[in-house]
């Protein structure tokens, strides 16, 4: 897909009104600073659309973006991040649950996991939350480009384990900083859009 037009079309918080589409929704979504904003921006070829910090738990709403008319990209808060209190943290949590509850053009949701690690406990658990709710993930390997290409498979290997997902589950790895991953990424993108009616 060519983008031709990109616009942070809706910021919704804990108390906003969640909007809903006629065009596909596809979620990204993963622990704080797992490398999320990183992602959408290098899928765009954007610096900073999706704002990026040092910082975790820098997303607090949910973003939707509007790619050219044909769908929109909604960035998730992330998951995990201590600083927050654990009343802060259940807000949160409770909001996302509404989206993927509610919402009528959601169809995919991206799950990041940082390839280096084995998933925590609440990475385990949210992925077994959308399972529950009738979403096969897709997991992005992130972060490739910090681990040797030895490792590579030995690592998601241990993600897919520790996850229990299905041998079918795409597990793709992924680098903002060399962009490996993107074309494969983009490909499911396109797939969704062109193939998926709502």
Same mark, same amino acid.
């Given at each position: 897909?060519?983008?031709?037009?990109?616009?942070?079309?809706?910021?919704?918080?804990?108390?906003?009104?969640?909007?809903?589409?006629?065009?596909?929704?596809?979620?990204?979504?993963?622990?704080?600073?797992?490398?999320?904003?990183? %992602?959408?921006?290098?899928?765009? @070829?954007?610096?900073?659309? +999706?704002?990026? !910090?040092?910082?975790?738990? #820098?997303?607090?709403?949910?973003?939707?973006?509007?790619?050219?008319?044909?769908?929109?990209?909604?960035?998730?808060?992330?998951?995990?991040?201590?600083?927050?209190?654990?009343?802060?943290?259940?807000?949160?949590?409770?909001?996302?649950?509404?989206?993927?509850?509610?919402?009528?053009?959601?169809?995919?949701?991206?799950?990041?996991?940082?390839?280096?690690?084995?998933?925590?406990?609440?990475?385990?658990?949210?992925?077994?939350? %959308?399972?529950?709710?009738?979403? @096969?993930?897709?997991?992005? +390997?992130?972060? !490739?480009?910090?681990?040797? #290409?030895?490792?590579?498979?030995?690592?998601?290997?241990?993600?897919?384990?520790?996850?229990?997902?299905?041998?079918?589950?795409?597990?793709?790895?992924?680098?903002?900083?060399?962009?490996?991953?993107?074309?494969?990424?983009?490909?499911?993108?396109?797939?969704?859009?062109?193939?998926?009616?709502?």
């Amino acid at each position: 897909m060519v983008i031709k037009s990109l616009e942070l079309e809706t910021v919704c918080g804990i108390t906003s009104t969640l909007p809903q589409h006629d065009i596909i929704e596809m979620a990204f979504w993963g622990r704080s600073n797992v490398g999320k904003s990183s %992602l959408l921006n290098a899928l765009w @070829n954007r610096k900073s659309m +999706a704002r990026i !910090s040092a910082q975790p738990g #820098k997303t607090q709403t949910i973003n939707y973006y509007n790619v050219n008319g044909l769908c929109y990209m909604v960035d998730l808060p992330g998951y995990g991040y201590a600083k927050v209190s654990k009343e802060t943290a259940g807000k949160w949590w409770r909001m996302i649950e509404k989206y993927l509850d509610t919402s009528r053009a959601l169809r995919v949701v991206f799950l990041l996991i940082d390839i280096r690690h084995e998933p925590s406990k609440k990475d385990v658990e949210v992925y077994r939350l %959308l399972y529950e709710k009738g979403f @096969n993930p897709l997991i992005v +390997a992130t972060k !490739s480009d910090k681990i040797s #290409k030895n490792a590579r498979a030995k690592n998601i290997a241990l993600i897919r384990r520790t996850l229990g997902a299905s041998q079918d589950t795409p597990i793709l790895p992924f680098s903002a900083l060399n962009k490996e991953g993107r074309e494969e990424i983009w490909e499911y993108i396109d797939y969704f859009v062109n193939e998926i009616s709502l």
